[in-house]
C-alpha cells in the first residue's frame, strides 16, 4: 500500500468516525422533534409542536398568545409562579420527564386557545416557505401534475427536491387534500419512468459522452465510481440500494446500468421494488408529520442532517474497509 492510498484511508477513517456521530446527533434530534409533533397533534394542537424544555413561561406565553393566567391556571400552577421560569425547572420540581410537561403545556394552550389546534392559521405557501423551494410550492397549487413532473425530473437526474415532493403529497393527504392512492400511484409511475429515462441515456450517451455531459443527469466522476463499486460488490442489488438507501445515486446508477448495457427486465424488476420501498417511506413521512408542515420544519431538517451524515458513513467506509479495486482508483 502506498503512502497516497495509506493516506486516504486515515482521512477517510476520521470522516467515517465524524459521520457516525454526527449521525446519531440527528437521529436523535430527528426522533426528540418526531415525539414533540406527535404529542402536539394528539393534543389537538399541531403548532405547539415547537415548544422546547428550555423555554420560558413567559416566552411560551408570549408566542403562543396565551394570557400567563391562563397558562398558569391550566397547568395547576400558583398564580405567583416566576414567568421566567423554565418548562424544564417545572418538571424537576413536579418529578416529571420534560417531555411529559411539555405535553400538559401543549395541551393546556390548546384548551385556552382552539384556534391553534385547527392548524388552519398559515395556508400552503406560509407553511412551505422556510423550504424555499418553487417546486413544493408547485405541489400545492398543481397538485398530482406537479408532483410527478418534480419526481420525473428527479429521478432522471435533476437537482429537485423530489424526495421532499412526496412527503409533501403524504402530508396533504392527511389534511384530506390529495388521495394517498393516486399520490402513491404518480410517484411510483413518475419514479420508474424517471429512472427508465435515465437508462436509455446511458445506453445512447455511452462513457466518452457522459465523462463530458453527465452532470447534466447528476453524474460526477466520484459519484460514477462509488455506483461501478456497488456494482462490483453488488450486482442487480445496487439498482435497489440506490434507490432507498442511497437514492441520492439513483440517476447515476441509472445511467451506468445504460452505459453497460445492464439487463433490462432485471433493471426493471429492481426499479420497481426499489421505488416501491422510496415511495411508501416518503409518503408515510409526510403522512406521519401532519397537516402542519411548519410544525413539522424541525423534524424534517433534522431527518435530512442523518441522511446525509449516513451517506457520508458509507462513502467513507468504502474507502476504509473496501477491497483493494476500490482504494486503487484512488491513484487515478
Known amino acids: ?40 397533534q394528539m393534543a389537538g394542537a399541531p403548532a405547539t409542536s415547537s415548544i422546547r424544555p428550555w423555554m420560558t413561561l413567559g416566552y411560551v406565553s408570549a408566542s403562543f398568545h396565551v394570557p400567563e393566567s391562563d397558562l398558569l391556571r ?29 405535553r400538559g403545556v401543549q395541551r393546556a394552550i390548546a384548551r385556552a386557545t382552539p384556534r391553534v389546534s385547527t392548524g388552519t392559521g398559515t395556508n400552503g405557501s406560509e407553511q412551505l416557505g422556510a423550504f424555499g423551494d418553487q417546486a413544493l410550492s408547485a405541489v400545492l397549487t398543481y397538485g398530482y401534475y406537479a408532483l410527478g413532473l418534480t419526481v420525473l425530473l428527479g429521478s432522471i437526474g435533476l437537482p429537485v427536491a423530489d424526495g421532499l415532493a412526496t412527503a409533501v403529497a403524504g402530508s396533504l393527504a392527511a389534511q384530506g387534500r390529495m388521495e394517498w392512492g393516486a399520490a402513491a400511484l404518480v410517484v411510483l409511475l413518475a419514479a420508474v419512468l424517471g429512472d427508465a429515462i435515465a437508462y436509455l441515456l446511458g445506453r445512447l450517451l455511452g462513457q466518452g459522452l457522459l465523462e463530458r455531459s453527465g452532470r447534466w443527469v447528476g453524474y460526477t466522476p466520484g459519484r460514477g465510481t462509488q455506483v461501478m463499486y456497488l456494482f462490483k460488490r453488488w450486482g442487480g442489488w445496487t439498482v435497489l440500494i440506490t434507490r432507498t438507501f442511497v437514492s441520492y445515486l439513483s440517476s447515476v446508477a441509472s445511467v451506468l446500468a445504460g452505459v453497460s448495457r445492464y439487463a433490462l427486465p432485471p433493471y426493471f424488476a429492481f426499479t420497481v421494488a426499489g421505488r416501491l420501498l422510496w415511495t411508501s417511506a416518503y409518503l408515510g413521512l409526510g403522512y406521519a408529520v401532519g397537516a402542519d408542515l411548519q410544525a413539522a420544519t424541525d423534524f424534517l431538517a433534522n431527518l435530512s442532517g442523518m441522511l446525509i451524515a449516513l451517506a457520508v458513513v458509507t462513502a467513507s467506509a468504502w474507502i476504509v474497509f473496501g477491497p483493494a479495486p476500490w482504494r486503487s482508483t484512488l491513484k487515478s
Open 1 to 40: 500500500m502506498d503512502l497516497q492510498s495509506h493516506g486516504a484511508r486515515r482521512v477517510a477513517g476520521v470522516i467515517f468516525v465524524a459521520a457516525m456521530l454526527a449521525s446519531a446527533w440527528f437521529g436523535m434530534r430527528a426522533y426528540r422533534a418526531y415525539l414533540f409533533l406527535r404529542s402536539a
Open 74 to 102: 391550566g397547568l395547576a400552577l400558583p398564580p405567583a409562579t416566576n414567568p421566567n421560569t423554565t418548562l424544564r425547572s417545572l418538571a424537576e420540581r413536579q418529578g416529571d420527564s420534560p417531555l411529559a410537561y411539555v
